[in-house]
């Protein structure tokens, strides 16, 4: 099992940060274009560094965590986590966002968030 680590982890991270797709009817996957241009052109250039990386020896990847197949030398998990991370960053920013422009947050939190915000709180002082 210890072979699925790695796999696992990604699952992880897309099975917490799926649900907000949803509960916030986030448009992100309506505009695949947009997706794939804020996704691939930096997974290209970290997945090239990775490949020269480990190609020279500087990185390496335990295979009692990772499964067997490779693309370049790389795990599939690892070019997978190319993918899923900048994702659950994406899927995360415009969930904060909905919450935000929305007004969904508490009351109570409201002065912080304003502040976060540098808005003028609701009592009129900024």
Same mark, same amino acid.
């Given at each position: 099992m210890r072979h699925l680590a790695y796999a696992a982890m990604l699952v992880a991270v897309l099975v917490c940060v799926l649900p907000l797709v949803r509960a916030y009817r986030l448009r992100l996957f309506t505009r $695949? @274009?947009?997706l794939a241009l804020?996704?691939? $052109? !930096? #997974?290209?250039? /970290? !997945? #090239?560094?990775?490949v020269v990386a480990t190609h020279a020896g500087h990185?390496? /990847?335990? %295979? #009692?965590?990772v499964l067997a197949p @490779?693309? %370049?030398?790389? $795990?599939? *998990? *690892?070019?997978?986590?190319f993918l899923v991370v900048p994702l659950a960053g994406l899927i995360t920013y415009e969930a904060v966002g909905t919450v935000l422009r929305d007004g969904l947050v508490p009351r109570r939190w409201a002065p912080a968030v304003d @502040?976060?915000?540098r808005r003028p709180t609701r009592g009129g002082r900024s």
């Open positions: $695949p @274009r947009r804020s996704i691939l $052109p !930096v #997974a290209v250039v /970290f !997945v #090239a560094w990775d990185w390496a /990847f335990d %295979a #009692a965590q @490779r693309v %370049a030398g790389l $795990p599939l *998990e *690892e070019l997978g986590f @502040r976060l915000l």
